[in-house]
């Protein structure tokens, strides 16, 4: 099973201040890694797919990178509405995994 | 447009069996390019996957649970279901379905979730 770990757990965040989380995969997954967010008592929602490709509907702060082990998913010039757990997900080989998820505050 | 709701007791008692169903409306379950998933969420936790079933009954357990999961398609009422055995305290958790696109992976639509707590 892949295993994958996210950094950080926890971040405050400044509206407009970049925020840059990352996903670190147990091996290598080459671009099959995709980005979800979940606001509070909602499901999640697919921002990022294949590491770095956009999602129809998704505000174009979003955005991602990566391949192999390592992974970012960065937002640029966040917005208060922003606050949410993010999570990535594997689909390279099964079973997939998603990592154990980065909380976002509002500072 | 589609979309998926999870249905089933909020309750189950220890030992018993899980039940849940996901129907699914605004597009066909029988489409040949879509896996169908559960994925499910701990109290305040993280997600989940815990497997998923094709149209044709074929399907993949994740390993970690797979001596209690069972998942059964009904093309004629366009939905599928989760059945877990045995569970425990453990197994509270909020249950998602979920749509997968064969091949990519990634799941582009999901139910709203619903909550099951094991307790006596």
């Known amino acids: 099973e892949i295993v994958l770990t996210q950094s950080p757990d926890f971040q405050s965040l400044t509206p407009k201040e970049k925020v840059t989380i990352t996903c670190r995969a147990s091996q290598s997954i080459g671009s099959s890694l995709h980005w979800y967010q979940q606001k509070p008592d909602q499901s999640p929602k697919l921002l990022i797919k294949?590491?770095?490709q956009s999602i129809s509907g998704v505000p174009s702060r979003f955005s991602g990178s990566g391949s192999g082990t390592d992974f970012t998913l960065t937002i640029n010039s966040p917005e208060a509405e922003d606050a949410a757990a993010y999570y990535c997900?594997?689909?390279?080989?099964?079973?997939?995994?998603f990592g154990q998820g980065t909380k976002l505050e509002i500072k | 447009q589609v979309q998926l709701q999870e249905s089933g007791p909020g309750l189950v008692k220890p030992s018993q069996t899980l039940s849940l169903t996901c129907f699914v409306s605004?597009?066909?379950?029988?489409?040949?390019?879509?896996?169908w998933s559960w994925i499910r969420q701990h109290p305040g936790k993280g997600l989940e996957w815990i497997g998923y079933i094709y149209y044709s009954g074929t399907t993949y357990y994740n390993p970690s649970l797979k001596s209690r999961v069972t998942m059964l398609v009904d093309t004629s009422k366009n939905q599928f279901s989760l059945k877990l055995s045995s569970v425990t305290a453990a197994d509270t958790a909020v249950y998602y379905c979920?749509?997968?696109?064969?091949?990519?992976?990634?799941?582009?639509?999901w139910g709203q979730g619903t909550l099951v707590t094991v307790s006596s």
């Open positions: 979920a749509r997968e696109v064969r091949g990519l992976g990634y799941f582009d639509s």
């Open positions: 605004g597009g066909s379950i029988s489409s040949g390019s879509l896996f």
């Open positions: 294949f590491a770095s």
């Open positions: 997900h594997q689909s390279s080989s099964l079973p997939y995994t």
